[in-house]
């Protein structure tokens, strides 16, 4: 188990390794936008210097990485935020994303699983069929729509605009004020619409299943109620798939989504790597890259790692 | 039972007879056609009426993609009109017949905002230019813009401003813009004045007086005698008196009259001989339009942010949208099928090292990748072609995924055994034997390709990393992005693409989902 677990870490760490030298060497090959102020030219100039950007395009990376593993330096913003270190300028963005996100999560887990299994209960009546083909809509229809929608009928028909905060001072200093929760809430609802739908999907298609196997049937015959044999067996195994996939929910967290940060202009890291592309800021670009392609890597490998602790059955790395 | 049994052991061998002899004995032909594979899916399919339902409904979007030019639109794709952007729907005989599509909205007006507005009704009345209409005559007016005024309420104790009388009216956008000073061609004024003649419809209207009761000489509408704004009556001596707004009100024209007191409907501004001679005259706009175009403005989906017909932009928003859709799934499943299929059928070391690329292709962020390509290539290749490669790069892996267990499922099994022995190459047995045996699951993922393309299409475009909007073409997330910024105002860009967009996304994956189930034989008998 523990040398799989290890394997498993320095694939990841290989496949980011490859990504990202690719991503750099790409990035690079991009022409760099010299400002035509002269202060501000040589100021850059000066610290493109001292990065070896003059050097051959090998070198940069060599430097680039050595920065990373020496003093967690992954280079300069120049556009978004003058010369500030790009790990300050995104450290400040994580917040608002990881906030909204994890909110939203936690508003629609209990709603998505319960509603899951109280259709697999309810399996081919007409409850189910409601929840079923409300799901298929709510799963099929673009999260930007649930936005327009929660704009629309919250901003504009029923005038309940939430506080809008402009800085963590409005706010009371702390991301975790009253009023920041409130003026987070209609991503936050944008946000639940389709987590509850594909949580409510997966609950119900796991449930239905473990509901019909024959150790169901078995609990019965020795004596156990529907509700026991429901909540001690199946429940039990139906959540052998769901708990990973909440895990791997919980670190995609991170990531944000793009729309829904653009939509309600929440300056998060998606707003960042918007910004960074439209603006060429080519440090703060790469910094995000590496950072997205690190919380996928990493949330899959949570979500394959954890069926093993999850469930005792499941030997990890056999043949 | 017993004593039976002992009869059949003792029945004389002269009681047996041969049933048919002398007859030749076949195999009976079938009386049915054999179900195939692909007819046994079919007939699932159609029993499945959600997806035959979504596949009607792709089919209606389709259509009206490809029908809309010829057939639902009298507009062309480079027809646009900058004073008609932005607006409702509108259609005539809807609203005539059904009193939906009016083109109207509700908005508050103070009561010179609201009196502006209601003077282009009552001047378009005005043909002579006499200034005697009344306020009801004017309101009746087909070029009314006001079609419902509300009661007044009074907005009190506002921090920062006075009380002021807030009037909610119902107003036909269309009509808006009433009249504009235009500098036209004497040719081109005869012209108006025969149509005007034929039709019955007037395009010109008396010029205005640039004097001190003119409050925005720039401003057409101002057609009536004001002091600030405020509607006046001027008498002989240059005293002005407001004119209440009342039942009967009439308002007081500060129209350009010659010596004989008639009003005078075009100015000569200067220019060559007699044809070209530059006029500067007043018209309706309305009418002006029906001149030009000879038609009503009416757009059943409204207008764009441009003036262009919104519902012409979402045909070709559909369509590339589609064409992207399509291409994309065509070229994933060549490269899928194939990657999968090598990857599948050796194993072994082969496997390892695609599997690594592809888990290399899987971790990078597809918005990454799509903005590189767009970074690198837009300007030299366009938009389009760029979108193409982002979706190629990353976009086959589902599908190699798949065939590639396909393939693992099959690979070991008798037949393809016993077609090795007998001398097939390995191109025959993947290709003859392995390979259709997963074409249900490969349709099946071609088909939930193109609402994931639709759907990152429009995310991409709408956060503005593709930009694939031009004259001729646009794309659903263009329009998206379009309307992103004014759509609070005028929610009808919204409402069409976004409703497309879902309609689209809902109705292939119940599409999708009817032909995967349909392609499942371990799923046969389970529905019932």
């Not at chain 1, 100021?43 to 060599?62: F, S």
């Not at chain 2, 903005?371 to 979108?387: D, M, N, R, V, W």
């Not at chain 2, 037949?415 to 390995?426: C, F, N, P």
Request: charged residues 20%.
């Amino acid at each position: 188990m523990l040398k799989y677990v290890i394997k498993r870490v320095v694939l990841m760490f290989a496949t980011l390794f490859i990504i990202v030298t690719i991503c750099f060497f790409l990035i690079k090959l991009l022409p760099q936008d010299i400002p035509q102020e002269a202060a501000q030219q040589e100021a850059m100039m000066e610290r493109l210097k001292a990065q070896g950007y003059d050097k051959p395009i090998y070198v940069q990376y060599y430097r680039y990485l050595r920065n990373i593993f020496t003093h967690w330096d992954f280079g300069t913003s120049w556009k978004i935020q003058k010369m500030q270190p790009v790990t300050e300028l995104f450290i400040e963005r994580l917040p608002p994303t990881v906030l909204i996100n994890l909110y939203s999560l936690l508003v629609s887990l209990p709603i998505g699983i319960l509603l899951g299994i109280y259709a697999a209960i309810k399996k081919n009546k007409w409850q189910d069929q409601v929840i079923s083909t409300s799901v298929m809509i709510f799963v099929s229809v673009p999260s930007y729509v649930y936005a327009f929608l929660v704009q629309y009928f919250l901003y504009f028909k029923w005038g309940l605009l939430p506080p809008t905060v402009y800085s963590l001072a409005d706010a009371g200093g702390s991301w975790f004020t009253f009023q920041m929760f409130k003026s987070m809430l209609p991503p936050v609802i944008a946000l639940a619409f389709g987590s509850v739908a594909s949580l409510c999907r997966f609950t119900r298609a796991e449930l239905t299943e473990t509901l019909t196997s024959d150790y169901m049937l078995l609990a019965r015959t020795k004596g156990l109620t529907r509700a026991q044999a429901t909540s001690r067996h199946a429940m039990k195994n139906a959540m052998v798939p769901i708990l990973p996939m909440i895990l791997g929910g919980f670190i995609d967290i991170l990531a944000g989504s793009f729309i829904i940060e653009q939509i309600f202009s929440v300056p998060g890291v998606g707003q960042l790597y918007l910004t960074s592309i439209n603006q060429l800021d080519y440090d703060v670009f790469m910094m995000d890259t590496v950072f997205y392609t690190f919380v996928g890597l990493l949330a899959g490998i949570v979500t394959d790692l954890s069926y093993g602790f999850i469930d005792p059955r499941i030997r990890m790395g056999e043949k | 039972m017993s004593k039976t049994a002992v009869n059949i052991k003792s029945i004389p061998a002269e009681k047996f007879a041969f049933v048919n002899r002398g007859e030749k004995l076949t195999d009976t032909k079938f009386v049915d056609k054999p179900v195939g594979y692909l007819k046994d899916a079919w007939i699932r399919f159609c029993k499945n009426k959600g997806s035959i339902v979504a596949a009607v409904i792709i089919l209606i979007i389709l259509l009206f993609a490809f029908l809309t030019p010829a057939f639902f639109t009298k507009y062309d794709q480079t027809f646009m009109d900058v004073y008609y952007a932005k607006k409702a729907p509108r259609n005539i005989w809807l609203r005539d017949h059904l009193g939906i599509c009016s083109g109207t909205v509700t908005r508050d007006f103070n009561e010179r905002g609201m009196l502006v507005l209601i003077g282009i009704g009552i001047g378009a009345e005005d043909t002579q230019g006499t200034g005697k209409v009344t306020l009801e005559e004017g309101m009746a007016s087909y070029y009314q813009p006001m079609k419902e005024i509300g009661d007044p309420q009074e907005i009190t104790g506002m921090i920062g401003s006075k009380d002021k009388t807030i009037y909610t009216c119902e107003l036909d956008t269309y009509l808006e813009y009433g009249f504009q000073y235009q500098s036209i061609e004497q040719s081109e004024y005869k012209k108006i004045k025969e149509w005007e003649a034929q039709t019955g419809l007037q395009v010109l209207y008396p010029l205005v007086e640039e004097n001190e009761w003119n409050l925005e000489p720039t401003n057409a509408n101002y057609w009536y005698k004001t002091k600030k704004g405020t509607p006046v009556t001027v008498n002989a001596r240059g005293k002005a008196k407001e004119i209440a707004y009342e039942p009967g009100m009439v308002l007081e024209d500060n129209y350009v009259r010659d010596a004989d007191g008639n009003p005078v409907y075009y100015m000569f501004t200067g220019g060559g001989d007699v044809d070209t001679a530059q006029y500067k005259v007043r018209v309706l706009y309305y009418n002006y339009y029906r001149y030009v175009n000879g038609f009503e403005p009416e757009y059943l989906f409204g207008t764009d942010s441009q003036g262009y017909d919104l519902m012409l932009r979402l045909a070709s928003g559909i369509k590339l949208s589609f064409l992207v859709a399509l291409v994309v799934s065509i070229i994933n499943f060549t490269i899928g099928a194939i990657y999968g299929a090598i990857e599948g059928y050796y194993g072994g070391t082969t496997d390892l090292v695609m599997e690594r690329i592809s888990d290399i292709l899987a971790n990078t962020p597809f918005i990454v990748v799509a903005t590189l390509f767009q970074l690198h290539y837009a300007s030299k290749l366009g938009p389009i072609p760029c979108l193409l490669f982002a979706y190629v790069t990353t976009g086959w892996l589902g599908m190699a995924y798949r065939v590639r267990t396909q393939f693992y499922r099959f690979k070991n099994q008798e037949y393809v055994m016993a077609a090795r022995t007998l001398g097939a190459s390995d191109a025959r047995i993947i290709w003859k034997h392995i390979f259709p045996n997963s074409l249900g699951t490969i349709i099946t993922s071609c088909v939930l390709v193109i609402p994931g393309v639709i759907f990152s299409e429009s995310m991409l475009s709408f956060l503005g990393i593709v930009k694939l909007g031009t004259e001729k073409t646009t794309s659903l997330g263009t329009l998206l992005a379009d309307a992103s910024s004014i759509w609070m105002n005028y929610p009808h860009l919204m409402l069409f693409p976004a409703l497309v967009i879902s309609l689209l996304e809902i109705c292939f994956n119940l599409f999708g989902n009817g032909l995967r189930d349909a392609f499942n034989p371990s799923l046969r008998g389970v529905e019932e």
